[in-house]
């Protein structure tokens, strides 16, 4: 995917971009300093877009979101691939799969997807975003801590291998709660409630101006 852009900036300036990797939709948002975070179009002007791949056997193409969907829908002859947020933290995820006759990893599958959203990202903003930041659900597997270490190392790599060269993680519910903690004069306890396409979570956060520069959030995960 050619970037169509003017004249990008020499060095891209010094933000993240946030990623919100869902099992039904996707969305990203460029934040800068101070500044509150911005979200971009990734479908004409839709800010969110299918976790939907859809690889053509008839031209060897891939395609995403949308598209993805339609020309499966379409009868074209190719496999379209989604719920792949579903199988982290699972032994599936390295396992090889034949995608228009070839061999892939369901790890590679997500990468080719998150490279995708980079690149539609820097249409936007004129230069591609060095840093990303991914949204995590408070575990991805119920208990079972090596599982879900398992899972978050697995979502960087493939985060790295989409192009980002720095990856961190926030806490889904303190990132849904952000534009509100901006908003609140002191502390206070709040549920978060995130209905997913692939589940619901539920979820008892400690928010406060004062906390809204701590890195690690996960103390604030109350129930």
Same mark, same amino acid.
């Given at each position: 995917m050619d970037?169509k852009?003017?004249?990008p900036?020499?060095?891209p300036p010094?933000?993240?971009l946030?990623i919100?990797f869902?099992t039904?939709?996707?969305?990203?948002?460029w934040? &800068?300093?101070?500044?509150l /975070?911005r979200?971009?179009?990734?479908?004409?002007?839709? *800010?969110?877009? #299918?976790? /939907?791949? +859809?690889?053509?056997?008839?031209? *060897?193409?891939? !395609?995403f979101?949308?598209?993805? %969907?339609?020309l499966?829908?379409s009868?074209? &002859?190719g496999?379209?691939m989604r719920?792949?947020?579903?199988?982290?933290?699972? #032994?599936?995820l390295h &396992?090889?799969?034949?995608?228009d006759?070839?061999?892939?990893?369901?790890l590679?599958?997500i990468? %080719?997807?998150l490279?995708e959203?980079?690149?539609?990202?820097?249409a936007?903003?004129?230069?591609?975003?060095?840093?990303?930041?991914l949204?995590?659900?408070? !575990? +991805?597997v119920d208990?079972d801590?090596?599982?879900?270490r398992?899972?978050q190392t697995?979502l960087?790599q493939?985060?790295?291998?989409?192009?980002?060269t720095e990856?961190?993680?926030q806490?889904e519910p303190?990132a849904?709660?952000f534009d +509100?903690? *901006?908003?609140i004069?002191?502390?206070?306890?709040v549920?978060?409630?995130?209905?997913?396409?692939?589940?619901?979570d539920?979820?008892?956060?400690?928010?406060?101006?004062q906390r809204?520069?701590?890195a690690?959030?996960?103390?604030?995960?109350?129930?």
């Open positions: 970037l852009t003017s004249t900036p020499s060095t010094r933000g993240s946030g919100d869902g039904s939709n996707s969305a990203v948002a934040a &800068e300093g101070a500044a /975070a979200a971009l179009p990734l479908e004409g002007a839709a *800010h969110a877009m #299918p976790t /939907a791949l +859809f690889f053509n056997s008839e031209d *060897h193409s891939v !395609h979101g949308r598209e993805a %969907i339609a499966y829908l009868g074209v &002859e496999r379209l719920s792949l947020k579903s199988l982290l933290g699972s #032994p599936l &396992e090889q799969t034949v995608v006759g070839r061999q892939v990893s369901f590679d599958v990468a %080719i997807y490279r959203l980079r690149q539609r990202a820097g936007s903003l004129g230069f591609l975003p060095g840093r990303a930041v949204g995590r659900p408070v !575990h +991805f208990d801590a090596e599982k879900d398992l899972a697995t960087r493939a985060a790295l291998e989409a192009g980002f990856v961190d993680f806490l303190i849904a709660a +509100f903690e *901006h908003r004069g002191r502390e206070q306890r549920l978060i409630a995130d209905i997913g396409g692939g589940t619901s539920f979820t008892v956060v400690r928010l406060g101006p809204l520069a701590q690690d959030r996960a103390a604030d995960v109350l129930a």
